[in-house]
């Protein structure tokens, strides 16, 4: 099964009102990361937070990260039209592989 | 080069031809992943190698797929006698080794189309 289920499964919402995409997961993590995925081709890495981060900041990204409810969630302020993508969280317990959600797929109206 | 690349970007084949796909990494990058990406859903890891180690093939789904990486560069994944619910996207992804995780760089992937 999915180590990491984001929720919800689609979006929609004006341009400059946030998003904000969850993230549940179910064992011992040692990171976990956003990645984003546009017209379902390669992912663009956005944020890694560390089970010892409990807030992250990128840009108009914030991420956090409650690993005593194993979750997390991702917020996009100010979101533009070109934030429309699929998002994925993937959490890392070892190098040898990360383990993806099935993705929020957000939809940024103009 | 300057990101991971892969090829061909698509491919349309028979049901039970041999397909192999190819993925070059970034320069320097000693681990590589392979995942398969089917329409609307996550990533479904395949294989993972890093550096001279024995791969982790523990993803593949059946012995039709198998997977090669020479000279710890560019990687092959070969799927034999294709089946119709081999069709996805096939992602390639390097990263520097660390015993944590570190972010995966994904190529633009591999449209398979069995028919």
């Known amino acids: 099964s999915q180590q990491g289920e984001e929720d919800p499964q689609a979006l929609s919402i004006q341009e400059g009102e946030n998003a904000t995409m969850n993230c549940s997961y179910k064992?011992?993590?040692?990171?976990l990361q956003w990645y984003r995925q546009n017209s379902g081709r390669g992912l663009v890495h956005l944020i890694l937070i560390r089970s010892n981060e409990r807030e992250k900041h990128s840009g108009r990204l914030r991420v956090t990260l409650d690993t005593s409810k194993k979750s997390s969630s991702l917020l996009i302020t100010a979101s533009r039209a070109a934030d429309t993508a699929s998002y994925f969280c993937?959490?890392?317990?070892?190098?040898?592989?990360?383990?993806f959600g099935s993705g929020t797929q957000l939809t940024v109206l103009p | 080069g300057a990101g991971v690349s892969q090829s061909p970007s698509n491919k349309v084949t028979e049901k039970g031809k041999d397909v192999e796909l190819r993925c070059d990494p970034i320069s320097g990058h000693t681990a590589l992943y392979w995942y398969r990406q089917s329409l609307g859903q996550g990533l479904e890891f395949l294989i993972y190698f890093q550096g001279n180690s024995a791969p982790d093939k523990s993803g593949l789904p059946s012995d039709r797929f198998s997977a090669e990486r020479t000279g710890g560069s560019v990687s092959t994944l070969t799927i034999q006698r294709t089946q119709q619910e081999d069709s996805a996207v096939y992602l390639c992804?390097?990263?520097?080794?660390?015993?944590?995780?570190?972010?995966?760089?994904f190529g633009p992937g591999t449209r398979l189309t069995v028919l």
């Open positions: 064992t011992s993590i040692n990171n």
């Open positions: 993937a959490t890392g317990k070892s190098a040898r592989q990360l383990t």
């Open positions: 992804a390097s990263s520097l080794p660390g015993l944590a995780g570190n972010e995966q760089f």
